[in-house]
T-cell receptor
Framework: KQEVTQIPAALSVPEGENLVLNCSFT??????LQWFRQDPGKGLTSLLL?????REQTSGRLNASLDKSSGRSTLYIAASQPGDSATYLC???????????FGSGTKLNVKP | GAGVSQSPSNKVTEKGKDVELRCDPI?????LYWYRQSLGQGLEFLIY????????KSGLPSDRFSAERTGGSVSTLTIQRTQQEDSAVYLC??????????????FGAGSRLTVL
């Protein structure tokens, strides 16, 4: 069974800082990996999807990388803003499976 | 529709009652997922539908839980004889295997279930 771990569980940074969120998974045979954000009381919003053949994806101030061999993905957020405050979740879809395995998330607080 | 729609947004019920939660996926999305998010917990997979294929029910926690998807579109998750441990937010997501945004999961806002 794929296990997904996110460290740290919570992070507080001042506005403007660049930051990295970490996601690790136990089985490197993955189909793809997605990063989501979840605002309090809301559903999940997809941020980036990385296919197994890709090394990184970028969207605006966000950059996600994937290293299958080491079972790791990172989400880099540049020039953080208070509006980035949310819980960030990564989800892994193993090869040959339809379900996604989610980490417990990193709760980010960006202070003005 | 423009997004994944779930109803009701909130449901409070008494222990032992049956509840139905509805999910209307994005038009054309053939894959539909149900997940459960309990307070302070991660997302727990419940069930997956893909087109007309047999659903993957491997995540359903007990036989009190069932789900169907009619006409390859709307899905209903039914919980019979609800228990307090069923209290959670039930999230539905859909995706398409092709086109722009292929395989990207789009989630609804969720149905918050409280069992008293």
């Amino acid at each position: 069974k794929q296990e997904v771990t996110q460290i740290p569980a919570a992070l507080s940074v001042p506005e403007g800082e660049n930051l990295v969120l970490n996601c690790s998974f136990t089985d490197s045979a993955i189909y793809n990996l997605q990063w989501f954000r979840q605002d309090p009381g809301k559903g999940l919003t997809s941020l980036l999807l990385i296919q197994s053949s890709q090394r990184e994806q970028t969207s605006g101030r966000l950059n996600a990388s994937l290293d299958k061999s080491s079972g790791r993905s990172t989400l880099y957020i540049a020039a953080s803003q208070p509006g980035d405050s949310a819980t960030y979740l990564c989800a892994v879809r193993p090869s040959g499976f339809n379900k996604f395995y989610f980490g417990s998330g990193t709760k980010l607080n960006v202070k003005p | 529709g423009a997004g994944v729609s779930q109803s009701p947004s909130n449901k409070v019920t008494e222990k032992g009652k049956d509840v139905e939660l509805r999910c209307d996926p994005i038009s054309g999305h053939t894959a539909l997922y149900w997940y459960r998010q309990s307070l302070g917990q991660g997302l727990e997979f419940l069930i997956y539908f893909q087109g007309n294929s047999a659903p993957d029910k491997s995540g359903l926690p007990s036989d009190r839980f069932s789900a169907e998807r009619t006409g390859g579109s709307v899905s209903t998750l039914t919980i019979q004889r609800t228990q307090q441990e069923d209290s959670a937010v039930y999230l539905c997501a859909s995706s398409s295997p092709t086109g722009l945004g292929a395989n990207v999961l789009t989630f609804g806002a969720g149905s918050r279930l409280t069992v008293l």
